[in-house]
């Protein structure tokens, strides 16, 4: 019987690569209005490649490019980039259809509901408390909780840890295969693939279970609940 759900974050509540996308293309016209010689597509893909590099959460991708590029901070460009980034992340920043209602639906049951985020845990917070979901988690992991990301057991066990439950009371929600679906089931927790936030063109999931909305989330798990397959 299912007493818990665990989410991942980016990706799976909200479009985080949407956002991140639009993000860097209005920094990017900041920083050619603010002088930078670069054509805005080379500028995209330079600061992509950084991001591929670092990961996707590097904080500091701004100084990185720019002394890559000009050999130098120029505080001018800088500054621009910054501004126009977090503009980028106000009109971007928004959750996929039907997440608040479906939380409420899980939580009005009687069911923990978790957040499970490779995410530093500034930037997983920030997020959740822009969107009003931080309210409705009792528990909130991230990167620095473990040290580790996920496929690897640990976040996952600190999860079940701190519900105190065993792994078969729980599901996982999450949208990377490689990550979230294998991760989970290796310490033998239920998986739900989101379908609708996967960004690699996974053809097969792993997951125990496929949604393309999350509202599709709900009959699933009381599915669970009365302990049917």
């Known amino acids: 019987?299912?007493?818990?759900?665990?989410?991942?974050?980016d990706n799976t509540l909200t479009d985080f690569m949407r956002m991140k996308e639009v993000s860097i293309e209005a920094a990017i016209e900041e920083m050619i209005d603010a002088g930078l010689p670069m054509a805005a597509e080379l500028a995209k893909r330079k600061l992509f490649e950084i991001y591929d590099r670092e990961g996707i959460e590097d904080q500091r991708v701004f100084d990185k490019f720019l002394e890559e590029e000009l050999g130098e901070i120029d505080p001018k460009i800088h500054t621009a980039a910054v501004l126009g980034y977090r503009r980028?992340?106000?009109?971007?920043?928004?959750?996929?259809?039907?997440?608040?209602?479906?939380?409420?639906?899980?939580?009005?049951?009687?069911?923990?509901?978790?957040?499970?985020?490779?995410?530093?845990?500034?930037?997983a917070w920030s997020r959740?408390?822009?969107?009003?979901?931080?309210?409705?988690?009792?528990?909130?992991?991230?990167?620095?909780?473990?040290?580790?990301?996920?496929p690897d057991p640990a976040p996952f066990k600190k999860a079940i840890d701190l519900l105190d439950m065993k792994p078969e009371e729980v599901v996982m929600v999450g949208d990377w295969p490689e990550r979230d679906m294998v991760g989970a089931s290796g310490v033998g927790i239920k998986t739900?693939?989101?379908?609708?936030?996967?960004?690699?063109?996974?053809?097969?999931?792993?997951?125990?279970?496929?949604?393309?909305?999350?509202?599709?989330?709900?009959?699933?798990?009381?599915?669970?609940?009365?302990?049917a397959d």
């Open 1 to 9: 019987m299912i007493r818990a759900v665990i989410f991942d974050l």
């Open 128 to 150: 959740l408390c822009y969107l009003g979901l931080q309210h409705f988690f009792d528990h909130v992991i991230t990167f620095e909780d473990t040290r580790v990301r996920k």
């Open 88 to 123: 980028g992340r106000e009109y971007t920043l928004v959750l996929y259809p039907h997440v608040k209602k479906t939380l409420l639906n899980l939580a009005r049951r009687g069911l923990k509901l978790v957040i499970l985020s490779d995410a530093p845990r500034y930037q």
């Open 192 to 227: 739900v693939y989101a379908k609708y936030g996967d960004t690699s063109g996974a053809t097969i999931s792993g997951g125990d279970f496929e949604i393309d909305d999350i509202s599709q989330l709900v009959p699933i798990v009381e599915q669970l609940m009365e302990g």
